[in-house]
């Protein structure tokens, strides 16, 4: 298979027995991916605005490329110009800027409506030596009622100054290529990476699915109920469908493969084996 670039997203861990595993454990065992760069999220409102910082800071101590997520959530102009100063002062230029969802009982975004206002923002006041990912959905985002609509609302985003965008996780190819070709239609010509969901837990996984409006092919589904508790049959079917996803998409034209870790290693780096992903030389720690 051509070797695709590829990135990992990571949550900031919860606890420091998660941060250890996270920066000693499985860092290590996915730079045999030679990934481009490790995103990592943020809570609604800058919830985990320190966490994200210091996972942030941590990874890119390693050597790696980091890239934090910006949300409008809660976001005024004062406090995204601060958080900017923070990571440019630890030689950070690459972020994921999203509009962000909504915390319970929260009643307005902030000074951003939408993640196009947060995007000119930083361009406007940071300059191009930023790197901006922002979000896509083929299925179309689970708060948008209309396809169209939702698809203008990306390619906004796109002509504000994003240099690139990074989908939703979708296990149905089609979808995905079909949301490029609409995009190339108005415009748009910046990569849009596919973001892959290993299973890492099926029922976790289709509880997101559902959450998000995102279709889960029924034989897939049907496939994995009849495994009851078959923790090796599992495994062994949701690596085979995710392999095959991966295949098509970068057959089909895919710029690139955005792995969605939940901050494990193990089936992101079979995944990236069995695509010839990985680099010849493993590392001393362990996935």
Request: hydrophobic share 45%.
């Given at each position: 298979?051509?070797?695709?670039?590829?990135?990992?997203e990571f949550f900031p861990p919860n606890t420091p027995v998660g941060h250890d595993k996270l920066l000693n454990q499985v860092v290590p065992a996915l730079q045999r991916l030679q990934p481009e760069y490790f995103s990592v999220t943020?809570?609604?409102?800058?919830?985990?605005?320190?966490?994200?910082?210091?996972?942030?800071?941590?990874?890119?101590?390693?050597?790696?490329?980091?890239?934090?997520?910006?949300?409008?959530?809660?976001?005024?102009?004062?406090?995204?110009?601060?958080?900017?100063?923070?990571?440019?002062?630890?030689?950070?230029?690459?972020?994921?800027?999203?509009?962000?969802?909504?915390?319970?009982?929260?009643?307005?975004?902030?000074?951003?409506?939408?993640?196009?206002?947060?995007?000119?923002?930083?361009?406007?006041?940071?300059?191009?030596?930023?790197?901006?990912?922002?979000?896509?959905?083929?299925?179309?985002?689970?708060?948008?009622?209309?396809?169209?609509?939702?698809?203008?609302?990306?390619?906004?985003?796109?002509?504000?100054?994003?240099?690139?965008?990074?989908?939703?996780?979708?296990?149905?190819?089609?979808?995905?290529?079909?949301?490029?070709?609409?995009?190339?239609?108005?415009?748009?010509?910046?990569?849009?990476?596919?973001?892959?969901?290993?299973?890492?837990?099926?029922?976790?996984?289709?509880?997101?699915?559902?959450?998000?409006?995102?279709?889960?092919?029924?034989?897939?589904?049907?496939?994995?109920?009849?495994?009851?508790?078959?923790?090796?049959?599992?495994?062994?079917?949701?690596?085979?469908?995710?392999?095959?996803?991966?295949?098509?998409?970068?057959?089909?034209?895919?710029?690139?493969?955005?792995?969605?870790?939940?901050?494990?290693?193990?089936?992101?780096?079979?995944?990236?084996?069995?695509?010839?992903?990985?680099?010849?030389?493993?590392?001393?720690?362990?996935?």
């Amino acid at each position: 298979m051509t070797r695709v670039p590829v990135s990992v997203e990571f949550f900031p861990p919860n606890t420091p027995v998660g941060h250890d595993k996270l920066l000693n454990q499985v860092v290590p065992a996915l730079q045999r991916l030679q990934p481009e760069y490790f995103s990592v999220t943020s809570g609604a409102g800058g919830a985990t605005r320190e966490k994200t910082l210091a996972t942030v800071k941590a990874i890119a101590a390693t050597g790696a490329q980091a890239a934090p997520h910006l949300s409008c959530v809660g976001a005024t102009r004062e406090t995204i110009s601060e958080i900017l100063a923070e990571y440019r002062a630890q030689g950070i230029r690459r972020v994921v800027a999203l509009r962000g969802d909504l915390p319970s009982g929260t009643a307005s975004l902030g000074e951003f409506r939408y993640a196009d206002e947060l995007v000119a923002f930083i361009r406007e006041t940071q300059g191009a030596d930023w790197h901006i990912e922002v979000a896509a959905y083929p299925e179309t985002h689970p708060q948008c009622r209309y396809a169209a609509k939702d698809l203008q609302h990306f390619a906004h985003k796109m002509k504000a100054g994003a240099d690139g965008a990074i989908t939703q996780f979708f296990f149905n190819p089609e979808a995905y290529f079909h949301f490029v070709d609409e995009a190339r239609k108005l415009g748009v010509s910046q990569p849009i990476v596919p973001g892959i969901m290993p299973f890492h837990n099926f029922h976790r996984i289709a509880q997101f699915a559902q959450r998000d409006g995102i279709d889960i092919p029924r034989w897939v589904a049907l496939k994995m109920e009849g495994f009851l508790d078959d923790a090796a049959s599992i495994r062994a079917f949701g690596l085979d469908v995710i392999t095959r996803l991966c295949e098509r998409l970068v057959a089909g034209g895919a710029p690139g493969l955005h792995f969605y870790a939940l901050n494990q290693s193990e089936l992101v780096l079979e995944i990236g084996q069995r695509l010839g992903l990985t680099a010849a030389q493993a590392p001393s720690a362990q996935p």
